[in-house]
């Protein structure tokens, strides 16, 4: 048994192969082992693509390690191929001298051709410099489930859990989650219970009887803060987070959405946390979605919308009305790609400006992100708390790589988590016993919420103009000019944490600055730029708006500040603005992550420069 502090291993094959299954197993049983561990699951957008081509493969990408890590790893060491297409399609991210394991029943004529291969490269020559593993590993899976009497097709289907065996062998990942996660999803299909089991068990065994594989692998616990984990996805946190913020509040949660990739999963969450009081409602479509939410805010719940880029186009009108509204409101953007219906399945942090400013009129609100799947949670409470607190609506964004990617997070104490006071209007607030709803606290701005119903609280509200206080409709432009203002102030006058600047003996010359999920590769490229003995700053921004204080003043004490982004330099554009520094965008549209160590490779020379100078 050799053991290593890491492995990046990839699961590739067709989209109906069940790799996503697969894969999401082998991290929740390295979630078990007590490694750290990040995932990156990669999929066609089409519900059944076309199958056995390079545009139908689906893959997962987990990195497992003993010590703390933030990506799922730029190029994998092993990869499991079950066609020729996933093959193709993977093999230029694999390392040289990284492991195939190749399912020899699917390398066909018909199959190679229909890729592109003239030749089988599983016997052409065309692999050396690889491990490579061929084997008739669908015939395998077969043998394994024939005592069962399990037809042909369907005998097929348990190669997954096959190709997860013989990988749990050599890797020395416990068996014991995946035999019972099997059990209980097919506790009512006993015999694809049965089969699914006895492929992973033989997977498992043939590992270590066939002879093929002259080492296996070990990877160390890692050193996590004590605490209690589970495997949690980015879509998981973030419905966890909402629940929180009700429950930490007292305010019933309320979420209307619509279905969209890759949000979809925070409403089937939510939908199954009836029993914990969350209130879900699947809309007809993204602007009732919104509206309803809305309604929900003016009821005196906690009013929350999910969605993707764009369905945040369609709710653009409602989401202007809240800021008229002044109500509660949380809109969690899982970002993707774009424009139009874009890329689906992809990744992206295209919508910061949408964001920001992607509304007609003056109609400011806060924007948070997070940066990793378990900081969903973090994030969107924060965005409740503030949109609550300061009667506004706010964004949290997410994308689809934090969204579908997964981690070990620590459960926090709940009663540790931040107070969130609605602090409802319960008497009038105005001369001779009137109730004014647009009265406003000194300190926050945020106008008064009252609920519906409260005796001697009645009032109105709507999309047109306000009157200061009263909230009557006004068409002067004293009152437009003065509640703008108001509005503007409100949300630029919210207190965020300072910017925390990591850099270790403070006299770095080169700065970078990311969001979101850009978080994972900035911090694994510093750390890989670091241990060449140069020196390079670092600050991840959680408030997008209003930016944190000392943010202008932290950037001004650098020679060069660099942006990284996966889009074309969206933050970068806002800091030059705003800050009047030379912010450097670096950017990347693949519909994946950042490449850690691309953007250390980019750093070097630049680093180099400045200190010569």
Known sequence: MAEVDRVVIRFAGDSGDGIQLAG???????ALAGNDFSTLPNYPAEIRAPQGTIGGVSSFQVQIANYDIHTPGDHPNVLVALNPAAL??????????????????EFTPRSLAKVGYESDPLTDGSLEGYQLAAFDLTGQAEAAVEPLGVGRREAGR?????????????????????????????????????????AFKAGHIYGDASGMFATRYEVKK??????????????R???????????????????????????SDVLHYLAEAKAHGVMTYQAEDEIAAACSAVGASFAGNLGVTVTSGPGVDLKTETIGLAVMLELPLVIVNVQRGGPSTGLPTKTE??????????????APLPVVAAGSPMDCFDAVYEAARIAVKYRTPVFCLTDGYIGNGAEPWRIPDIAALPPIEPDFATEPNGPDGKYLPYLRDSQTLARSWAVPGTPGLEHRIGGLEKTPETGAVAYDPESHAKMIELRRAK????????????????????????????????????QRVRKTGRKVARIQLRHLNPLPANLGAALKGYQRVIVPEVNQGQLSWVLRAKYLVPAEPY?????????????ADHLLPIIDAEEAK
């Open 24 to 30: 999401d197993r082998f991290a929740a049983d390295t």
């Open 88 to 105: 193709k399609a993977n093999l230029a991210d694999l390392e040289k001298g990284g492991l195939i394991i190749a399912d020899t029943a």
């Open 158 to 198: 348990t190669r997954n859990f096959y190709a997860l065996g013989l990988l749990s062998w050599l890797y020395n990942r416990p068996v014991e989650g995946t035999l019972g996660f099997l059990e209980q999803k097919f506790a009512k299909l006993p015999l694809v219970q049965q089969a699914n089991i006895a």
């Open 222 to 235: 890692a050193k996590l803060p004590a605490g209690t984990y589970r495997q949690i996805s980015g879509n």
């Open 237 to 263: 946190a973030t419905a966890y987070g909402l629940m929180a913020a009700a429950a930490k509040s007292g305010l019933n949660l309320f979420l209307g959405a619509y279905p969209i990739t890759p949000a």
């Open 349 to 362: 942090q295209a919508d910061l400006l949408q964001a920001l400013y992607g509304r007609h009129g003056e």
């Open 491 to 526: 949300v630029e006058s919210i207190p965020v944490p300072d910017a925390r600047v990591d850099d270790p003996d403070g006299d770095a010359k080169v700065c970078l600055v990311s969001w979101g999920s850009a978080y994972g590769a900035v911090w694994a490229a510093a």
């Open 587 to 599: 950017n990347r549209t693949f519909g994946l992550p950042l490449s850690q160590a691309e953007l």
